[in-house]
């Protein structure tokens, strides 16, 4: 069975410093890997994915992630964090690709 | 494109009540899916489908209904509303020719009273 977890349910960072968000993710077969972004009372928005090519994957506003098959882990990153990336981010795996599974999020929040 | 498309928006429901909430995709995904979102529980499955005439249900099933008889439509009913389903609900649609990046509305806010 998939399952995520997400560690860290709240970080804080300041503008200008580096962004680090984990997830570990249990899989039986080799997964796909996801990284959605979701800002107040709006849906989803992919940010990137992982399916089997390159392991370090760049995604939409300057996040990337690596995928690391022997820590089980897809931990999203940003050099640079601005005020605009204060909301919450969601990690997903999926199997199959017919049926995702979300961690419980972690709500980011950039101090000025 | 419109992508995926939800309607209502916002619905207020009595307890007992039936109502059927509309996703539609403009993209010809094969893949469409239901989730309900709850405060510090992510985002769950409710239903999801591979293709017309195909549904299966994920999660958290009890209480809903789907069918898929188009590619573009996946309906998603409650079929006598209880408190516990309020929450905001979720469709989403994607293919395999594009990775399985799911591409999702902009939800339906839902309050059982």
């Known amino acids: 069975a998939q399952s995520v977890t997400q560690l860290g349910s709240h970080v804080s960072v300041s503008e200008g410093a580096l962004v680090l968000l984990r997830c570990n993710y249990s899989s039986s077969v080799p997964p796909y890997l996801f990284w959605y972004v979701q800002y107040p009372n709006q849906g989803l928005q992919l940010l990137l994915k992982?399916?089997?090519?390159?392991?370090l994957v760049k995604g939409i506003n300057g996040f990337e992630a690596e995928f690391k098959k022997s820590e089980t882990s897809f931990h999203l990153t940003k050099p640079s964090a601005h005020m605009s990336d204060a909301a919450e981010y969601f990690c997903a795996v999926s199997e199959s690709g017919s049926r995702l599974t979300f961690g419980e999020g972690t709500q980011l929040t950039v101090n000025p | 494109n419109a992508g995926v498309t939800q309607t209502p928006k916002f619905q207020v429901l009595k307890t007992g009540q039936s109502m059927t909430l509309q996703c539609a995709q403009d993209m010809n995904h094969e893949y469409m899916s239901w989730y309900r979102q709850d405060p510090g529980m992510g985002l769950r499955l409710i239903h999801y489908?591979?293709?017309?005439?195909?549904?299966d249900q994920g999660e958290v099933p009890n209480g809903y209904n789907v069918s898929r008889s188009t590619t573009e439509d996946f309906p998603l009913r409650l079929l006598s509303a209880a408190p516990s389903q309020t929450s905001v609900y979720f469709c989403a649609s994607s293919s395999v020719y594009l990775g399985y990046g799911y591409t999702f509305g902009s939800g339906t806010r839902l309050t059982v009273v």
């Open positions: 992982y399916t089997s090519a390159a392991t």
């Open positions: 489908s591979v293709g017309a005439g195909i549904t």
